[in-house]
């Protein structure tokens, strides 16, 4: 905004040379309102923040890339939208202000289905249309309360300016009245979750770049809990609305009405097993314990990020603090389930060494890593994690690997579901 300003001051300053060697009656009012109009096209379309088109999204602090950017009339309209919505904020303002209301599991479940599908479907997008615009403008706000300099990151901003985007494509869909209404809605939302899949990979990156700047880490962690929580539960809710109308047997939208821990655990374990073999050629055996034989009503979705992510961190532990054993001579790791009526537990135990004194109180802070090498070294290495991370990005959640990422991120799910996550570090012999 500053830059803006003296810019602006200069133009003004160029305007009063010229009107300045204007003499006599030819010099009008008219001209006067020209030379001004000039004036402000120039700060909004040359020298103030430029904003090309590339596909469908727009960016405030790029410049255009090809002169079909640069001259098209369209690209204008879209840099002058972009601009003015990220500076005039009253609707987004209005939004943040309200409540948005928090589904558990049980009134998910209880809630999305009667006997009329087709209301169902019209029912769960109208809640939707009037939801979503909410849950975006809080996030913006979000972002607008990070400190200065951390907010003008480059990554992070492109972030924010995402939101934006999002909020006024969801917030300027017309009332839904009709199933053809549903369709096009639908096919909105499903275009939205495409543009925002690698979001928080680019946190990640944007705070990685950020870190010198950051005086509180408590902010940071706030913003990044809120932000984080609230795309996962956005998320849920938007697949949520999709699956409703499968009408998959056993299933109520994203409840799994006969979801079994030991299933959940046992695919992921396999999944970290494989790429374990195929990056260190051994893995240490994984063993399941406890009530493996309960099956309850769930949401899938966050389990599928911190199973993972555990798992993978116990099992590199246990390889690299283990380096005379391969195989089966390495200490397994262990994963006991247990479950009552009113909630359920997964432990995992691992033979690792534990967490070293120095480092308890850090592993949950965002952006700090364990991984000996660097985020840079670990990601052209191909290192094995950033792998394993990689794939899952392809159905789940974005890289994390060496970002120091994933703890946080799985202890903010846990949360959100009304759980946690506790680390408990026996130094010197592993972690629980």
């Given at each position: 905004?500053?830059?803006?300003?003296?810019?602006?001051?200069?133009?003004?300053?160029?305007?009063?040379?010229?009107?300045?060697?204007?003499?006599?009656?030819?010099?009008?009012?008219?001209?006067?309102?020209?030379?001004?109009?000039?004036?402000?096209?120039?700060?909004?379309?040359?020298?103030?923040?430029?904003?090309?088109?590339?596909?469908?999204?727009?960016?405030?602090?790029?410049?255009?890339?090809?002169?079909?950017?640069?001259?098209?009339?369209?690209?204008?309209?879209?840099?002058?939208?972009?601009?003015?919505?990220?500076?005039?904020?009253?609707?987004?303002?209005?939004?943040?202000?309200?409540?948005?209301?928090?589904?558990?599991?049980?009134?998910?479940?209880?809630?999305?289905?009667?006997?009329?599908?087709?209301?169902?479907?019209?029912?769960?997008?109208?809640?939707?249309?009037?939801?979503?615009?909410?849950?975006?403008?809080?996030?913006?706000?979000?972002?607008?309360?990070?400190?200065?300099?951390?907010?003008?990151?480059?990554?992070?901003?492109?972030?924010?300016?995402?939101?934006?985007?999002?909020?006024?494509?969801?917030?300027?869909?017309?009332?839904?009245?009709?199933?053809?209404?549903?369709?096009?809605?639908?096919?909105?939302?499903?275009?939205?979750?495409?543009?925002?899949?690698?979001?928080?990979?680019?946190?990640?990156?944007?705070?990685?770049?950020?870190?010198?700047?950051?005086k509180d880490e408590s902010i940071i962690s706030n913003f990044l809990n809120n932000t984080l929580s609230s795309r996962l539960g956005v998320r849920m809710l938007i697949n949520h609305h999709l699956l409703l109308q499968d009408n998959?047997?056993?299933?109520?939208?994203?409840?799994?009405?006969?979801?079994?821990?030991?299933?959940?655990?046992?695919?992921?374990?396999?999944?970290?097993?494989?790429?374990?073999?195929?990056?260190?050629?051994?893995?240490?055996?994984?063993?399941?314990?406890?009530?493996?034989?309960?099956?309850?009503?769930?949401?899938?979705?966050?389990?599928?990020?911190?199973?993972?992510?555990?798992?993978?961190?116990?099992?590199?532990?246990?390889?690299?603090?283990?380096?005379?054993?391969?195989?089966?001579?390495?200490?397994?790791?262990?994963?006991?389930?247990?479950?009552?009526?009113?909630?359920?537990?997964?432990?995992?135990?691992?033979?690792?060494?534990?967490?070293?004194?120095?480092?308890?109180?850090?592993?949950?802070?965002?952006?700090?890593?364990?991984?000996?090498?660097?985020?840079?070294?670990?990601?052209?290495?191909?290192?094995?994690?950033?792998?394993?991370?990689?794939?899952?990005?392809?159905?789940?959640?974005?890289?994390?690997?060496?970002?120091?990422?994933?703890?946080?991120?799985?202890?903010?799910?846990?949360?959100?579901?009304?759980?946690?996550?506790?680390?408990?570090?026996?130094?010197?012999?592993?972690?629980?």
């Open positions: 905004m500053v830059a803006l300003l003296k810019k602006s001051r200069q133009l003004w300053r160029s305007i009063h040379l010229q009107m300045s060697c204007l003499n006599g009656p030819s010099f009008n009012l008219q001209q006067s309102r020209q030379l001004q109009n000039n004036c402000e096209k120039r700060i909004n379309n040359k020298e103030c923040l430029q904003m090309p088109v590339t596909g469908n999204r727009r960016w405030l602090h790029n410049t255009p890339t090809t002169n079909v950017d640069k001259d098209s009339l369209s690209s204008i309209r879209e840099r002058n939208k972009a601009v003015t919505s990220f500076y005039n904020q009253h609707s987004i303002d209005l939004a943040s202000q309200k409540m948005s209301i928090h589904l558990t599991v049980a009134t998910i479940m209880y809630s999305s289905v009667t006997s009329d599908p087709e209301h169902d479907a019209l029912r769960s997008a109208q809640y939707l249309h009037r939801e979503l615009p909410i849950r975006t403008a809080q996030r913006i706000a979000g972002f607008r309360s990070l400190p200065f300099i951390v907010g003008c990151n480059p990554t992070i901003l492109a972030v924010h300016e995402l939101y934006i985007r999002a909020f006024h494509i969801l917030n300027d869909f017309p009332n839904i009245v009709s199933l053809e209404d549903v369709t096009r809605y639908d096919q909105l939302l499903k275009t939205l979750m495409d543009d925002h899949t690698d979001v928080v990979n680019r946190l990640a990156q944007g705070f990685k770049e950020s870190r010198k700047f950051i998959k047997d056993g299933w109520i939208g994203l409840v799994n009405l006969h979801m079994s821990l030991k299933n959940s655990v046992e695919k992921w374990s396999s999944f970290v097993t494989e790429l374990a073999e195929d990056k260190y050629g051994h893995c240490p055996r994984i063993k399941i314990s406890g009530h493996i034989g309960v099956e309850f009503p769930y949401i899938e979705m966050p389990l599928d990020y911190i199973l993972p992510e555990l798992l993978k961190n116990a099992v590199r532990a246990t390889i690299e603090h283990n380096r005379s054993h391969r195989g089966v001579s390495l200490p397994p790791v262990h994963v006991i389930l247990a479950t009552n009526k009113k909630d359920f537990m997964i432990k995992i135990s691992d033979r690792g060494g534990g967490i070293p004194h120095e480092m308890v109180d850090k592993v949950s802070n965002y952006n700090f890593t364990t991984t000996e090498d660097s985020t840079e070294t670990c990601m052209q290495n191909n290192d094995i994690f950033g792998g394993m991370l990689g794939a899952m990005n392809r159905t789940n959640s974005g890289l994390m690997h060496g970002y120091g990422f994933g703890i946080p991120t799985s202890a903010a799910y846990a949360e959100y579901m009304d759980g946690s996550l506790q680390l408990i570090s026996m130094q010197g012999l592993g972690t629980d």
